[in-house]
């Protein structure tokens, strides 16, 4: 079955220990990004991905960090997570096409809470 | 810089009713890509249609519908005798040449019985 998994699922940590959420996807995609969904604030993109060893910062970049060592997989990684980074993270993935044309195939989520 | 307008916050309407989403963009690119995704109370993201900007016809797929219109920068989509299943928060999207993804901030659409 084609998808995106993404893991955990559900994930609760302190102020400054780190901590990567794994991303990992089936469909030979080129394209991968994350994001993260805030109420009232939507969808905003933190890193994205057009191929192996290449990323590109989204809108909100600051505190992340991302890898893309193998085209299946694209970890977020939070070197030291803080409050304001509570949120529910979503990973996808895209055929890429090039000039803007993304169809994204989303994760389910993660909810990670940094207390 | 690119921009995604979603003015509707929330909006309910009876089932059986039509309701149409307004999505206004912005951008200086004469290539780009406008989506529409639908999140349910599950929570998944699925995407439901992508318009490049040079093909302004509008689409209909069953009970859903999609007005691009590049006069005015706008992306609108309209539900037509609309079900309770329909209930959800609609995002609308827009992707230029450089790849990055700016999402609006929702609509959150209550089908009521």
């Known amino acids: 079955e084609a998808q995106v998994t993404q893991n955990p699922r559900y994930l609760i940590t302190v102020t400054g220990k780190k901590l990567t959420v794994t991303c990992s996807q089936n469909m030979n995609h080129e394209y991968m990004s994350w994001y993260r969904q805030d109420p009232g604030l939507g969808l905003r993109q933190i890193y994205y991905s057009m191929n192996v060893e290449v990323t590109d910062k989204g809108d909100v970049p600051e505190g992340y960090k991302v890898s893309r060592k193998e085209k299946r997989n694209f970890p977020l990684i939070l070197e030291s997570p803080s409050p304001n980074q509570t949120s529910l993270y979503f990973c996808?993935?895209?055929?890429?096409?090039?000039?803007?044309?993304?169809?994204?195939?989303f994760g389910s989520g993660t909810q990670l809470s940094v207390l | 810089a690119q921009k995604v307008t979603q003015a509707q916050t929330e909006i309910s309407v009876v089932e059986k009713e039509d309701v149409t989403l307004d999505c206004v963009y912005e951008?200086?690119?004469?290539?780009?890509?406008l989506f529409w995704y639908k999140q349910p109370p599950s929570g998944e993201l699925v995407f439901l249609i992508r318009?490049?900007?040079?093909?302004?016809q509008n689409e209909i797929s069953g009970r859903y519908s999609w007005n691009f219109q590049k006069s005015t920068s706008s992306f609108n989509f309209t539900i037509t005798a609309s079900q309770v299943v329909d209930s959800a928060v609609y995002f609308c999207a827009l992707s230029e040449a450089d790849d990055k993804i700016i999402f609006g901030k929702g609509t959150r659409l209550h089908i009521l019985p």
């Open positions: 996808a993935s895209s055929e890429y096409q090039g000039m803007g044309d993304e169809k994204l195939f």
């Open positions: 318009r490049n900007s040079f093909d302004e």
């Open positions: 951008t200086r690119d004469t290539t780009y890509y």
